[in-house]
């Protein structure tokens, strides 16, 4: 018995990898202002919607009904890299000429410099927005990036030639950015500039269907004869609405009664909204085509059943409801991402899961998934039962927000001191929740109040039901939830919501 101890220990000490081969691969798919109405297994989506790639994976999956994971690029990805709510993440700022930014390595250590230490093998392919220093052999083992906060005067070239760093080195790329990333991931999964001996992350960010939302030549039309109805509250008024939507109108009613784009619709340029909306879905195909060209080649070199594979994005991007035609604001439009997860030898397949969830939550599963510790909180929970399960009781709020260009501290001093607000495109700070279908909103500029919508009866949030006696209790409820998640996270704002 003591000889066949020492020799486990002997195995254990000797092979500290040996486990590795259980530990599952993650690829993280991660698409930019992608709106659910363009993902074809989402019911809310046009009719003519086709990604028959992204609905397969769902079917070979999970397909939730809402993540929340942004109100805009860089605090999404943040949350992404931290596993914390905008207000706990220290030292992140913008700088200089937009989209310039920083944030100390030391106050704000990232997820997968911790994989790294604990085993795995790290990469990320694609856009990157959050700070000049993209983390390359910190964080990242390999690393394919379009570093847009570094190059500003290249930070527009979401559809074309890209100033991109591979491996540290900076490299001036042609082509269609969506096939490029793609195909720089189908090399990384079939083995190339990795360890093949390790588990993987793989972080793939998209940089479509964000504007200028150029889709490729060959996809170019598919959807031109396409019917486009117009959102019921496009245009004001928009009773029980707080009034900054008046500031936020971004489409005016164009001469033959077409919604245009901008305040003049007798601009040359003035772009139908119909035609807009066809061409950001003609973005889409670049994208699932990828997928389908992804989990073909896990399933050629034998890694599908290892791997989990999540499809999302950043945030959702509101598409003339409520006026809109950008993100940033708490309406689901706006914020909501479309969320698919697939791992059919270990969690449930062609399920629907009724739960909302928030960027740290898919934070706090990666780690729990992999047995990798990070040394801080993490703001989320573990989602593994609802993967195993999807109709799992899920008690938790699920909490979201919007904190401008501000993070860590900065944000509680703006909102205690009732310091002027950075409200980013006119749309004010906020903290929202959603439970039992129903969302509460709370606007932190002290003047635009306060928001409750039935999800269920009314998932266009046309009517605010704040003012509604009937709702007293759920209100108090909702606020109570808000308040707890805010103190659970330490919010140091949370004494201001009363």
């Known amino acids: 018995m003591k000889a066949f101890v020492l020799l486990l ?32 297994c989402y019911p809310e989506a046009w009719p003519w919607v086709k990604t ?32 914390r709510h905008p207000h706990g993440i220290e030292s992140m700022s913008m700088e200089g000429v937009y989209p310039g930014s920083t944030y100390d390595p030391k106050q704000c250590p990232f997820v997968p410099a911790q994989m790294r230490q604990q085993g795995y093998h790290t990469a990320h392919i694609g856009k990157w927005h ?51 990333y793609t195909q720089w991931s189908l090399d990384y999964i079939r083995g190339k500039n990795r360890d093949a001996a390790k588990p993987w992350y793989l972080w793939l960010c998209y940089g479509s269907v964000h504007g200028p939302s150029t ?57 139908r909204f119909d035609d807009w909306v066809r061409q950001v879905n003609e973005c889409v195909p670049a994208i699932d085509e990828g997928v ?24 959702g991007f509101a598409m003339g409801e409520h006026g809109f035609r950008t993100k940033l604001a708490p309406y689901d439009a706006n914020y909501r991402s479309p969320f698919i997860v697939s791992m059919p030898s270990r969690f449930a397949t062609g399920q629907f899961c009724d739960v909302s969830i928030n960027g740290p939550d898919l934070v706090a599963t990666f780690l729990a998934l992999t047995g990798v510790k990070v040394p801080w909180p993490v703001h989320g929970r573990d989602l593994t039962p609802l993967f195993e399960k999807p109709d799992s009781p899920w008690p938790h709020a699920c909490y979201y927000e919007n904190m401008g260009n501000e993070y860590g501290s900065k944000v509680t001093q703006t909102i205690l001191t009732g310091a002027k607000q950075d409200s980013n495109h006119g749309v004010p700070l906020y903290s929202a929740v959603v439970q039992d279908k129903f969302k509460f909103i709370h606007y932190l500029d002290g003047k635009s109040g306060e928001e409750l919508y039935d999800l269920k009866n009314d998932p266009e949030e046309l009517k605010n039901l704040i003012a509604d006696p009937a709702h007293t209790e759920r209100i108090a409820k909702l606020r109570d939830a808000m308040k707890a998640e805010l103190t659970r996270t330490e919010a140091g704002f949370a004494t201001a919501l009363k």
């Open 9 to 40: 220990l002997g195995a254990l000490t000797f092979h500290p990898l040996a486990a590795d081969a259980k530990r599952p691969n993650i690829l993280f798919i991660y698409a930019d202002d992608q709106s659910t109405k363009t993902v074809g």
């Open 52 to 83: 028959p790639n992204l609905d397969a994976l769902a079917k070979n999956g999970i397909r939730f009904h809402a993540a929340y994971l942004g109100s805009w690029c860089m605090p999404s990805r943040a949350t992404m890299l931290t596993g």
């Open 130 to 180: 959050t700070g000049t220093d993209t983390g390359w052999g910190r964080d990242w083992d390999h690393q394919i990036v379009w570093n847009r906060p570094l190059h500003q005067d290249n930070a527009g070239a979401y559809y074309q030639t890209q100033i991109t760093s591979i491996d540290g080195k900076e490299q001036t790329i042609e082509g269609y950015p969506a096939d490029n």
């Open 215 to 271: 889709p490729a030549k060959r996809h170019k039309g598919s959807y031109k004869n396409a019917e486009v109805p117009v959102p019921a509250d496009m245009f004001p008024p928009r009773e029980g609405k707080p009034d900054y939507l008046n500031g936020t109108q971004a489409w005016m009613k164009g001469e033959d009664g077409q919604p245009v784009a901008g305040k003049n619709a007798k601009a040359k340029k003035a772009q």
């Open 292 to 315: 389908g060209q992804l989990i073909a080649a896990l399933k050629e070199t034998g890694q599908y059943d290892n791997t989990l594979v999540i499809y999302t994005a950043d945030q």
